[in-house]
C-alpha cells in the first residue's frame, strides 16, 4: 500500500501471516504506579521560594514518561531554579530509584555545585 498498490487487507494479513510479521495496533495505556515501600518524607526546606539569586543555589527536579515506538520511556530531569535551565537528566524504561539518582549524578557532574546545594523534589512516586 505504501508504494501506491491496491490490495485488500484481507490480503495484507494474509501476506503478513505468511512472513510472520504482527501489525502494530496503537499503544498500551499510560503507565501507572504502584506503592513500593513507603519512604520517610524530607522536610520542605525551599518552602516554595523558587526565586533564588545565585546559580546552583537550589535544584529542582522530576520526571515524566513519553510514549515512543518501543514502549513507554521514562525522563528525569533536573534544573537549576536560577536559570530554568536543565543540568541533568537520565532517560530509562523503568521509572526507579537510579533514574532519579542518575539524572543528579549527571548535574553534579556537569555543574559540580557547592556543598549547600539545595535539591529539591515534590517526592513523587519513585
Same mark, same amino acid.
Given at each position: 500500500? &505504501?508504494?501506491? /498498490?491496491?490490495?485488500?487487507?484481507?490480503? #495484507?494479513?494474509? @501476506?503478513?501471516?505468511? *512472513?510472520?510479521?504482527?501489525? =502494530?495496533?496503537?499503544?498500551?495505556?499510560?503507565?501507572?504506579?504502584?506503592?513500593? $515501600?513507603?519512604?520517610?518524607?524530607?522536610?520542605?526546606?525551599? &518552602?516554595?521560594?523558587?526565586?533564588? $539569586? /545565585?546559580? &546552583?543555589?537550589?535544584?529542582?527536579? %522530576?520526571?515524566?514518561?513519553?510514549?515512543?515506538? /518501543?514502549?513507554?520511556?521514562?525522563?528525569?530531569? #533536573?534544573? &537549576?531554579?536560577?536559570?530554568? =535551565? #536543565? #543540568?541533568?537528566?537520565?532517560?530509562?524504561?523503568?521509572? %526507579?530509584? *537510579?533514574?532519579?539518582? =542518575?539524572?543528579? @549524578?549527571?548535574?553534579?557532574?556537569?555543574?559540580?555545585?557547592?556543598?549547600?546545594? @539545595?535539591?529539591? +523534589?515534590? =517526592?513523587? +512516586?519513585?
Amino acid at each position: 500500500r &505504501d508504494l501506491g /498498490e491496491r490490495c485488500s487487507r484481507h490480503r #495484507v494479513h494474509r @501476506l503478513m501471516r505468511t *512472513e510472520g510479521l504482527r501489525a =502494530q495496533v496503537g499503544y498500551g495505556r499510560k503507565p501507572r504506579f504502584h506503592g513500593g $515501600t513507603p519512604c520517610k518524607a524530607a522536610a520542605n526546606l525551599l &518552602d516554595r521560594q523558587f526565586d533564588v $539569586t /545565585e546559580p &546552583d543555589t537550589a535544584w529542582a527536579s %522530576d520526571f515524566t514518561f513519553i510514549r515512543t515506538h /518501543e514502549g513507554w520511556m521514562y525522563l528525569a530531569v #533536573v534544573i &537549576d531554579l536560577f536559570s530554568r =535551565q #536543565v #543540568v541533568g537528566w537520565a532517560m530509562r524504561d523503568r521509572a %526507579d530509584t *537510579e533514574l532519579v539518582v =542518575q539524572a543528579l @549524578l549527571s548535574a553534579v557532574w556537569r555543574r559540580k555545585p557547592s556543598a549547600g546545594c @539545595l535539591v529539591h +523534589s515534590d =517526592q513523587g +512516586s519513585v
